[in-house]
């Protein structure tokens, strides 16, 4: 009768194994992600999808930290479609939710919610060279890539939209010329703003 009765009162020790258990993954994650092996897997692989995305290339050179929610000591280099770099930033720091993300591009694809809370960046030296179509490299660096396999119609509303909640910029030295204008050279400090995209919003 004892027995019997304090079976049913067990019930709850296999949903607390399972946590447990979860909790153990989520740590090994956690403690991998700090490994250089882990963080240089990283890097590359997301080279390698940026490499198929954009007209431009961005290449991201240094990755110092990953984790759950966000990346930090990224050094990054971003090159119009000539092979020419338009952008150099150091010290980017990202803070957003990455199995957020993850699961958008999982279970979203044609319309993402991409969310970022916090982009802060040391330094920027960001590169303006004329194009005649755009006025500058650096616009066409950013279109995407025409895919080589002919796209099945898609809704008007597809497409990533894209929210930055708050973008800091120590410094930006912009420096070149933009078609139809006069050279610029300009130092820029503590720059703050947020950003907003849709396919049907626009910026």
């Known amino acids: 009768m004892t027995a019997a009765a304090a079976r049913p009162r067990r019930w709850w020790r296999w949903p607390l194994y399972a946590f447990l258990a979860l909790l153990l993954l989520l740590g090994l994650l956690l403690v991998a992600l700090q490994t250089s092996f882990a963080r240089e897997q990283v890097r590359v692989r997301v080279n390698a999808v940026l490499a198929q995305t954009l007209e431009g290339k961005i290449v ?11 990346v930090s000591g990224v050094d990054t280099r971003i090159f119009d479609p000539a092979g020419r770099q338009v952008i150099a930033a150091h010290g980017l720091r990202c803070v957003a939710s990455l199995p957020g993300l993850a699961r958008q591009f999982l279970f979203n694809a044609e319309r993402p919610e991409i969310a970022l809370w916090h982009v802060h960046v040391d330094y920027a030296d960001v590169t ?3 194009d005649e179509e755009l006025g500058v490299t650096l616009a066409q660096t950013f279109l995407p890539r025409p895919s080589p396999e002919p796209e099945l119609p898609s809704p008007p509303d597809a497409g990533p939209r894209l929210s930055i909640s708050l973008i800091q910029f120590e ?3 912009a420096h070149g010329r933009v078609t139809g204008s006069p050279a610029l050279d300009a130092d820029l400090l503590q720059l703050q703003a947020s950003l907003r995209q849709s396919p ?3 910026f």
């Open 200 to 202: 049907v919003d626009g």
């Open 60 to 70: 991201i050179e240094r990755l110092e930290s990953v984790t759950l929610w966000g």
């Open 171 to 173: 410094r930006i030295w």
């Open 128 to 130: 303006l060279r004329e």
